[in-house]
């Protein structure tokens, strides 16, 4: 069965397992209030595809941390939509959905249902194995790296080389 | 501003989120976006006048024109401030980004200010990362290290990732040992861990 993963950099407020901080924090729309349309990615629960889909979508994080996926398939009211999301690989936008919500309310419940089997519905792709992948494209001159960056420079020249830094973004 | 149309000027008392200040507008409200045209409709929406006041700074990147004065002689009309909504437009990322970008100095402030909730202050937290100066990003966010929300403490860790002075290193090194959050110590271990 495919995961629905949505993608968390921060995790100590799900650790708190308190739903609506969770809420507040991790579904914020970006001009305010409760994003109703949130991003998830449509996956196999395979570990090389969920490093992949983890390592793209850290492409838009300001810095890079360790990643979890939590696994919202059975919790949610209807099935998410697929859409290409804002990320510029191909193989991450092939798997990228969107929950479309009637209300905070509905995505309170969803948290609410996933909450219990947290652990279970958890996948993890530490800082190590993201820079690992980076690392192999890199040396497979993949031009997609460069996007695989945290966005602040002094940040990108550790994880990725120089020789990286300035690579045309793949689309 | 002269040629640009009616012009309405405003005197708000609070910027909120920010500071205290006199504020004189030089704007119209056109189907709910700010243009810097008349602003004849202004009085009749109270509302609009607090989210002026809250996203001036964001809707206009200097050199907007708006104009802050320090003394109510300066206004050209009499003062509408009776006008203002009390309600405070609701603080967000892009707000958070775009003083980040262009004002730090008000973002640092708003960080500082205490009017943040958890989730909006560890937002603004880390997003203040993203702030090249780290003088200014550090001063500010390593109080947040001891907040009680481990949100906020997880954010500035993350904010503070862009910035590994000694010092924060020191701190990072702390919080990743005796931080009671698991997240918390983890996120931390993770940024010194290059």
Request: charged residues 25%; proline residues 7%.
């Amino acid at each position: 069965m495919a995961l629905i993963l949505r993608v968390v950099s921060r995790w100590s407020v799900w650790e708190r397992g308190a739903p609506n901080e969770i809420v507040d924090y991790h579904f914020r729309a970006r001009e305010g209030g409760t994003d109703l349309r949130p991003s998830v990615y449509e996956t196999d629960d395979d570990a090389a595809e969920i490093l992949r889909v983890m390592a793209e979508h850290s492409s838009g994080s300001n810095s890079l941390t360790t990643m979890r996926g939590i696994d919202l398939a059975g919790a949610c009211l209807r099935d998410p939509i697929a859409t290409p999301g804002d990320l510029r690989f191909t193989f991450t936008r092939g798997r990228h959905r969107e929950l479309v919500l009637e209300s905070r309310q509905e995505l309170v419940e969803i948290v609410r249902r996933v909450l219990p089997e947290l652990e279970a519905r958890t996948r993890v792709a530490d800082k190590r194995a993201i820079k690992e992948y980076v690392a192999s494209a890199v040396e497979a001159s993949d031009p997609r790296v460069a996007r695989v960056l945290p966005r602040a420079p002094r940040a990108r020249e550790p994880l990725l080389g120089r020789a990286a830094v300035g690579s045309p973004a793949f689309i | 501003m002269g040629e640009t149309g009616a012009v309405w000027t405003g005197e708000v008392t609070r910027v909120p989120m920010l500071e205290s200040k006199r504020v004189v507008y030089e704007v119209s409200v056109q189907a709910g976006i700010l243009m810097p045209l008349s602003t004849e409709n202004i009085p009749e929406h109270p509302r609009r006048l607090a989210e002026i006041d809250a996203f001036a700074l964001f809707l206009f990147p200097a050199p907007f024109p708006l104009t802050i004065s320090s003394s109510p002689e300066e206004s050209r009309e009499p003062s509408t401030a009776s006008n203002t909504s009390p309600s405070l437009a609701k603080p967000c990322d892009a707000l958070f980004e775009h003083l980040a970008r262009v004002q730090p100095d008000q973002l640092i402030r708003l960080i500082r200010s205490g009017d943040l909730g958890g989730a909006d202050l560890a937002s603004a937290a880390e997003i203040a990362g993203t702030v090249p100066d780290s003088k200014l990003v550090v001063a500010a966010l390593l109080p947040l290290l001891r907040d009680p929300l481990p949100m906020v403490r997880e954010a500035a860790v993350c904010g503070l990732s862009n910035h590994l002075t000694e010092e924060v290193r020191s701190e990072l090194a702390r919080v990743s040992e005796t931080d009671p959050s698991v997240a918390v110590r983890e996120t931390a271990a993770s940024v010194l861990d290059e």
